[in-house]
């Protein structure tokens, strides 16, 4: 009787955060979300015990809670894909989102792993209250190096603002992947570039986090 | 020395053939793929051999703090440069702060051991030559894998021989300390790099064409202080392609930042560059397989 009381509470409370998180989000100015969502996620980076033991599984999971939601990965996929985009089916394109929002999400934990107590200088934003696709800048300042700038490529949604794209120290993501995947589909179509991503998600789960992954 | 020279060749040119056969489609910024390809294989293989072992050993035998002395001193050194080409470019204000950063850190900071500069909100910059030429309207050229200094370009490798003739560890009376500073920097820079390399595994399909868009990009956004002019967005957050709204076509945006700029650049600066061009131009064609 008691555990379900607790379940059902528990999905309750999940709604309600979920809901209110949402509305926040749709009114939170995109420079406010990129800073709140950054220090919260710094935050946690800093106190979990498991995470600095360098536990993979639970910064994969803490990017999909945290930061995925706010990303537009069919728009980033799109891009990304660039002129044959168009020649994918619905499926192909659902899957190619798929297999690219994995292997972002594992370079991104890679990232975030490697994360050692920067600091961070979240710029003012550039634009216009009425702008509904803007650029973020946050920068992050080590000593004895020159600053490396994050920007964030963002754009009004109806479910708040998301980003389409990150470029870090000038280089964007989207961009970077825009030949090799045209050079895949030139090779073997759309079909071959899922397989290969799908390929190299395969081989980067049985690597480098043998065994502390998600199933 | 001779044979070492022979080896290295004979190395060369067996992983060139290998590069050919992995060539493919052929980016127009890229003409010189099957060399490039040849080289960044080699460089990977040393990197694989010495590089990567070393600067892991290095990184675990010294603390951060000494790890951070060391990457500041030669910071510290690299300002006078910075500072001049920050000059060049017609930024005198970014070159005061380079040099002010140099004298601070160099007296109070004790010989560039610690940067009180950046603390104090003297900004580190970025600049080297290839940059000056950038900003001067000099084109990137064909793209260039160099052994051992890894990813260029023809603007930028005309850029290196400035900032390899200038450089004042390399310049550095004796010899023996010369040498010996020479290999902690460049073990320091690959150490600062050891995460970075490790993702660049993960993340890329084919890590030469991942690197080479990667250096691209960065190039253009280093030579316009991080403010490149925004490419205009191919497809939106709907999916639905641009072109219609005044895009150019997806496979002619990436290669914009790769097209000579159309600025005027100084005429001797121009004929060094189309000097360097010209093999690059005839390579494809010598290139056959």
Same mark, same amino acid.
């Given at each position: 009787?008691?555990?379900?009381?607790?379940?059902f509470a528990?999905i309750?409370?999940?709604?309600?955060?979920?809901l209110?998180g949402?509305a926040?989000a749709q009114?939170?100015?995109?420079?406010?979300?990129?800073?709140?969502?950054t220090l919260e996620v710094? $935050?946690?980076?800093?106190k979990?015990?498991?995470?600095?033991?360098?536990?993979?599984?639970?910064?994969?999971?803490?990017?999909?809670?945290?930061v995925?939601?706010?990303? *537009?990965?069919?728009?980033?996929?799109?891009?990304?894909?660039g002129?044959n985009? *168009?020649k994918?089916?619905a499926?192909?394109?659902? +899957?190619l989102?798929?297999?690219?929002?994995?292997?972002?999400?594992?370079?991104?934990?890679?990232?975030?792993?490697?994360?050692s107590?920067?600091?961070? $200088?979240?710029?003012?934003?550039r634009?216009?209250?009425?702008?509904t696709?803007v650029?973020?800048?946050? +920068?992050?300042l080590?000593?004895?190096?020159?600053?490396v700038?994050?920007?964030?490529?963002?754009?009004?949604?109806?479910?708040?603002?998301?980003?389409w794209?990150?470029?870090?120290?000038?280089?964007?993501?989207?961009?970077?992947?825009?030949?090799?995947?045209d050079?895949?589909?030139?090779?073997?179509?759309?079909?071959?570039l899922?397989?290969?991503?799908?390929?190299?998600?395969?081989?980067?789960?049985?690597?480098?986090v043998?065994?502390?992954?998600r199933? | 020395m001779?044979?070492?020279?022979?080896?290295?060749l004979?190395?060369?040119?067996?992983?060139g053939a290998?590069g050919?056969?992995?060539?493919?489609?052929?980016?127009?910024?890229?003409?010189?793929?099957?060399?490039?390809?040849?080289?960044?294989? &080699?460089n990977?293989?040393?990197d694989?051999a010495i590089?990567?072992?070393?600067?892991?050993?290095?990184?675990?035998?010294?603390?951060?703090?000494i790890r /951070?002395?060391?990457?500041?001193?030669?910071a510290?050194?690299?300002?006078?440069?910075?500072?001049?080409?920050?000059?060049?470019?017609?930024k005198p204000?970014?070159?005061?702060?380079d040099? =002010?950063?140099f004298a601070?850190?160099?007296? &109070?900071?004790? &010989?560039g051991?610690?940067? /009180?500069?950046?603390?104090?909100?003297?900004?580190?910059?970025d600049?080297?030559?290839?940059?000056t030429?950038?900003?001067?309207?000099?084109?990137?050229?064909?793209?260039?894998?160099?052994? &051992?200094?890894?990813s260029?370009?023809?603007r930028?490798?005309?850029?290196?021989v400035f900032?390899?003739?200038?450089?004042?560890?390399l310049?550095h009376e004796p010899v023996?300390?010369?040498n010996?500073?020479?290999?902690?920097? =460049?073990?320091?820079?690959?150490?600062?790099?050891?995460d970075?390399?490790?993702?660049?595994?993960?993340?890329a399909?084919?890590k030469y064409?991942f690197?080479?868009?990667a250096?691209?990009?960065?190039?253009?956004?280093?030579i316009?202080?991080?403010?490149?002019?925004r490419?205009?967005?191919? /497809?939106?957050?709907?999916?639905?392609?641009?072109?219609?709204?005044?895009?150019p076509?997806?496979?002619?945006?990436?290669?914009?930042a790769?097209a000579?700029v159309?600025?005027?650049?100084?005429?001797?600066?121009?004929?060094?560059?189309?000097?360097?061009?010209q093999?690059?131009?005839?390579a494809? =064609?010598?290139?056959?397989?």
């Amino acid at each position: 009787m008691v555990p379900i009381f607790a379940r059902f509470a528990t999905i309750a409370a999940t709604a309600v955060l979920v809901l209110t998180g949402g509305a926040q989000a749709q009114e939170m100015a995109p420079d406010v979300l990129v800073k709140n969502v950054t220090l919260e996620v710094v $935050d946690i980076l800093q106190k979990d015990k498991d995470i600095q033991k360098g536990d993979r599984k639970k910064v994969i999971a803490l990017i999909e809670t945290k930061v995925l939601p706010h990303f *537009n990965f069919q728009a980033m996929t799109a891009s990304a894909v660039g002129r044959n985009w *168009n020649k994918a089916n619905a499926e192909q394109k659902a +899957r190619l989102t798929e297999e690219f929002k994995t292997l972002l999400v594992r370079t991104y934990s890679s990232a975030l792993a490697s994360y050692s107590n920067q600091k961070f $200088d979240f710029r003012p934003l550039r634009a216009k209250p009425s702008d509904t696709d803007v650029t973020v800048n946050v +920068r992050v300042l080590q000593t004895g190096t020159q600053p490396v700038t994050i920007d964030y490529d963002m754009e009004k949604r109806p479910g708040g603002w998301k980003a389409w794209d990150v470029r870090v120290a000038g280089i964007s993501l989207v961009a970077n992947y825009r030949t090799e995947f045209d050079n895949q589909v030139r090779e073997a179509g759309i079909d071959g570039l899922i397989k290969t991503l799908q390929t190299k998600n395969h081989s980067l789960e049985h690597s480098s986090v043998a065994g502390a992954d998600r199933k | 020395m001779n044979r070492w020279l022979r080896n290295l060749l004979l190395a060369l040119l067996l992983s060139g053939a290998a590069g050919c056969a992995t060539t493919n489609g052929g980016d127009p910024r890229d003409p010189l793929e099957g060399f490039n390809r040849a080289m960044y294989s &080699f460089n990977d293989g040393f990197d694989q051999a010495i590089g990567r072992p070393v600067a892991t050993l290095y990184r675990d035998a010294l603390t951060e703090p000494i790890r /951070i002395w060391i990457r500041n001193v030669f910071a510290n050194i690299a300002d006078l440069w910075i500072g001049a080409n920050n000059l060049l470019q017609g930024k005198p204000k970014d070159a005061v702060v380079d040099w =002010a950063r140099f004298a601070f850190n160099s007296t &109070f900071g004790v &010989f560039g051991l610690n940067d /009180i500069a950046s603390d104090m909100g003297l900004e580190k910059h970025d600049e080297d030559f290839g940059q000056t030429f950038g900003r001067w309207g000099a084109g990137d050229g064909a793209y260039v894998v160099w052994p &051992f200094l890894g990813s260029s370009n023809v603007r930028d490798t005309v850029g290196l021989v400035f900032d390899i003739g200038l450089d004042p560890v390399l310049l550095h009376e004796p010899v023996r300390v010369r040498n010996v500073m020479t290999v902690l920097r =460049a073990t320091s820079r690959r150490a600062d790099l050891l995460d970075a390399s490790r993702i660049l595994e993960e993340a890329a399909l084919d890590k030469y064409v991942f690197q080479r868009d990667a250096y691209m990009q960065r190039r253009r956004s280093l030579i316009h202080d991080g403010n490149p002019p925004r490419e205009p967005r191919l /497809i939106g957050a709907d999916d639905q392609p641009r072109a219609q709204r005044g895009a150019p076509p997806a496979d002619e945006t990436p290669s914009a930042a790769a097209a000579p700029v159309s600025q005027p650049s100084p005429p001797a600066l121009d004929a060094a560059l189309q000097l360097l061009e010209q093999p690059a131009a005839s390579a494809p =064609a010598t290139r056959g397989g």
